[in-house]
Nanobody, 122 residues
Framework: QVQLVESGGGLVQPGGSLRLSCAASGRIFRVNAMGWYRQAPGKQRELVATISSGDSINYADSVKARFTISRDNAKNTVYLQMNSLKPEDTAVYYC????????????????WGKGTLVTVSS
């Protein structure tokens, strides 16, 4: 079993910044891609940013030039630096990681964190 624990959410004014962190722990042989997704009330969960094990990065158009995703492989941790936040960024942000749990099995399982709430409001 793998656990993803998010932190860093909270209330911030428009134009402010937050940094989200997500640490994976448990039965881990290798973490492949990691990413951040978000879900606003009444809306579908959407991709925010992903980063591969080779540091290939993909952003949603709505967050390009404002958000930065990064990872620390030694800590099995992914980060999301969010700048110039807008009210429309308000959502629950979920961490995702594709994890290979064993050197004896090539099976890769996608895990999700419980989410952290980001509220952008004056």
């Amino acid at each position: 079993q793998v656990q993803l624990v998010e932190s860093g959410g909270g209330l911030v004014q428009p134009g402010g910044s937050l940094r989200l962190s997500c640490a994976a722990s448990g039965r881990i042989f290798r973490v492949n891609a990691m990413g951040w997704y978000r879900q606003a009330p009444g809306k579908q969960r959407e991709l925010v940013a992903t980063i591969s094990s080779g540091d290939s990065i993909n952003y949603a158009d709505s967050v390009k030039a404002r958000f930065t995703i990064s990872r620390d492989n030694a800590k099995n941790t992914v980060y999301l630096q969010m700048n110039s936040l807008k009210p429309e960024d308000t959502a629950v942000y979920y961490c995702n990681a594709d994890v290979r749990g064993s050197r004896w099995s090539a099976e890769v399982i996608s895990y999700w964190g419980k989410g952290t709430l980001v509220t952008v409001s004056s």
